[in-house]
C-alpha cells in the first residue's frame, strides 16, 4: 500500500521499537527515519551534490572510452588514489585488454597519473597500471584498505575480484596497493557457489567491518530478470558465506525494484557503523538520444539505448535481526542527475565510484564516470557537505521532531547543522513519557543560529549532559528555516 508523500510525518511513529537504540558516542545522521518518533512541520531532505567539473580524463592509450568501475581510496597518509578499469575497446568482460589504473591526488581535485613501470603494456613499461594479464580480475577490480587491527603488512589491501568466464571472484593482496598478488590460486567465490545467475559481473565490493568485525561484500547479481544485491560475509576473506538477497525498505510506501548495476555500499568514514550505498541505477531500454543526436557525439552505437543515474541508499546491519538484509531506500528520487548535454543521457554513464571521501575541512566528495562509450569518457567529482547527504530540514514557519528514546554515552553534544539569519535550532530533552526533564527543556535550550559542521549544544545551565548518559532519553529538535545534517555525543 503506498501513502501520499504528506503523511509521512505522521506514520513514522509504528516504527518505534520498544527498547531504547543504545547510540552511545556514535555520530548519527539524518538519512533515514531509523531514530524519529514524529515529526511535525519537519521532513528528512536528500541533498543535491554540486558539480565540482570534470577530475581526470581516461586518455591514456590503455584507458580509453570503455574506462569505468571506479574505487577511490583515501590511503593511510591522507591522500587519495583512483583504481579504475582501462579499457578502449569493447571486446568480451575479462580480455586481457582490460587492465587496472591508478591516479593520485593529495586534495581530490588535481590528480595525476604515476609512472609505476610495473606491467609493459603497448610496448611502453612506464605507465599508471598496477594489474593486468590477471585472468579476468581487471574487469572489475575493487580494493580497499583493510583497517583490522592484526592485518598482516603484506595484507594491508585487498580486494575482491571476477568474472563467470574466470570462475568467480578472486581475493587479492597487497602491501602498498600497487603490487598485487592472488590469495588463492582458486576463485574464493566460484561460480558453483552461488546459484544466482550472472553473478559478479559488475563491481564486487568488500570491506573490513569495525561494526560488525568481519568483512563483508554486497556483489550483484539477477533475480528474476532484475540486477539485485546480494551480501556474503566471512571472516578470513577466503572462505564467504551463501549469499543474502537484499530487499528495500520505504518508511511509508513499497520500495521499487529497480535495476543497480552497481551498489558502492561502504562504511561511511565519520560513522562507520552505518553503510552507505550511491549506486548506478539503471533503466534499460529507456533510450533518450536519437541516431543523429548519438552521431554527434561519437558514442559506441551499442551504448545509447539505455540510461542511468545514482540513487542513494543506507543500511544498519548492526542492529540485527533482519537488518542485515535490507536497504533503507528513504528517498526513492534521483541522487545524482545526468548533466546538462547529451554526453549525459547514454548507456552506463553516471556510474559513482565505490567511497565517499573527505576533500577539505567541510566537504566531502563522490566521483562519477561520465560520457561512457565517448571519447570525452571521464571522472567526475561532486561535493557536499560533510556529513551532508541529506537533512532533518524546516521550512519557514517552524516545526519539530522528537527522536525514539536513545541511550547516550558522554558529556556534551554536537550538530552539523545550517540556519538562515532568521532561523535557529534548539533541542532539549524529554523522559520516556514526553515530560521535559528540568534544566535541559526546550526554553532552557539557548538558541541556535549560523552554519557549522561542530557546534556544541548548550543551555542556560552549561553544556554538560553528564546527569542524563546511559539514560534512556528523548531529544526533541525544534527549527525554524533550518537544516540539522548530524550529531554526536562527545566526552
Known amino acids: ?46 541533498a543535491i551534490p554540486r558539480d565540482e567539473g570534470a577530475a581526470f580524463a581516461f586518455d591514456k592509450p590503455w584507458e580509453g572510452p570503455f574506462s569505468g568501475y571506479a574505487t ?47 606491467y609493459e603494456i603497448m610496448g611502453e613499461k612506464k605507465n599508471n597500471i598496477v594489474l593486468a594479464y590477471a585472468k579476468t580480475s581487471c574487469h572489475n577490480f575493487s580494493p580497499f584498505v583493510d583497517t583490522r587491527a592484526d592485518v598482516p603488512k603484506d595484507e594491508q589491501f585487498k580486494a ?18 600497487l603490487n598485487w598478488q592472488r590469495m588463492s590460486e582458486n576463485p574464493v567465490m566460484p561460480n558453483d557457489s552461488i546459484s544466482y545467475p550472472w553473478k559478479f559481473d559488475s563491481q564486487n565490493v568488500a570491506f573490513w567491518s569495525s561494526a560488525e568485525n568481519r568483512y563483508v561484500s554486497y556483489y550483484r547479481v539477477f533475480e528474476n530478470k532484475v540486477r539485485r544485491i ?7 576473506f577466503l572462505t564467504w558465506t551463501p549469499p543474502v538477497l537484499m530487499e528495500y525498505r520505504h518508511p ?34 529507456r533510450q533518450v538520444l536519437n541516431d543523429e543526436q548519438a552521431k554527434e557525439i561519437h558514442v559506441d552505437p551499442r551504448y545509447f539505448r539505455d540510461t542511468s543515474d545514482a ?22 528520487e534521483g541522487f545524482i542527475r545526468g ?8 548507456s552506463r554513464t553516471n556510474y559513482p565510484a565505490l567511497n565517499v571521501v573527505p576533500t577539505g575541512a567541510s566537504e566531502m566528495s563522490i566521483y562519477v ?29 517552524g516545526g519539530n521532531a522528537v527522536t525514539r528514546p536513545i541511550v547516550f554515552s558522554g558529556k556534551h553534544l554536537s550538530i552539523n547543522f545550517s540556519t538562515s539569519a532568521a532561523g535557529g535550532v534548539r533541542i532539549g530533552f524529554e523522559d520516556l513519557n514526553g515530560k521535559p526533564i528540568p534544566g535541559f527543556t526546550m526554553g532552557d535550550g539557548i538558541l541556535l543560529i549560523g552554519n557549522e559542521i561542530d557546534r556544541q549544544v548548550r543551555w542556560k545551565s552549561g553544556g554538560d549532559l553528564s546527569a542524563l548518559a546511559g539514560k534512556p532519553v528523548r531529544m526533541r529538535i525544534s527549527m525554524k528555516d533550518a537544516d540539522v545534517y548530524s550529531f554526536q555525543f562527545t566526552e
Request: charged fraction near 25%; hydrophobic fraction near 35%; glycine fraction near 8%.
Open 1 to 46: 500500500m503506498k501513502f501520499p508523500a504528506f503523511l509521512l510525518p505522521f506514520l513514522l511513529t509504528p516504527l518505534m521499537a520498544a527498547d531504547p537504540i543504545h547510540i552511545d558516542g556514535r555520530r548519527e545522521l539524518f538519512v533515514d527515519s531509523f531514530l524519529l518518533d514524529t515529526m511535525k512541520g519537519t521532513s528528512l531532505r536528500l
Open 72 to 118: 577511490i581510496l583515501t590511503l593511510p597518509d591522507g591522500r587519495l588514489r583512483a583504481y579504475y578499469r582501462g579499457k578502449q575497446v569493447q571486446d568480451k568482460d575479462g580480455s586481457d585488454s582490460e587492465v587496472t589504473c591508478v591516479a593520485e591526488s593529495k586534495d581530490g581535485k588535481t590528480w595525476t597519473k604515476p609512472d609505476l613501470s610495473i
Open 160 to 177: 575482491l575480484a571476477g568474472t563467470i568466464e574466470g570462475g568467480g571472484l578472486f581475493a587479492w593482496k597487497s602491501a602498498d596497493g
Open 230 to 236: 546480494v551480501r556474503s560475509e566471512s571472516q578470513d
Open 252 to 285: 511509508v510506501s513499497e520500495a521499487p525494484i529497480e535495476h543497480l548495476y552497481t551498489n558502492q555500499t561502504h562504511p561511511y568514514f565519520r560513522a562507520p557503523h552505518l553503510y552507505v550505498a550511491i549506486a548506478a541505477r539503471f533503466m534499460p531500454g
Open 311 to 332: 540513487i542513494f541508499m543506507t543500511t544498519r546491519p548492526y542492529e540485527g535481526g533482519d537488518s542485515r538484509s535490507h536497504y533503507d531506500r528513504t528517498f526513492l
Open 339 to 346: 548533466g546538462i548535454g547529451i554526453q549525459n543521457w547514454v
Open 369 to 397: 564516470n561520465q560520457d561512457y562509450a565517448q571519447p570525452t569518457s571521464h571522472m567526475r567529482r561532486y561535493s557536499l557537505r560533510t556529513d551532508g547527504f541529506a537533512s532533518l530540514h524546516c521550512e519557514y514557519s
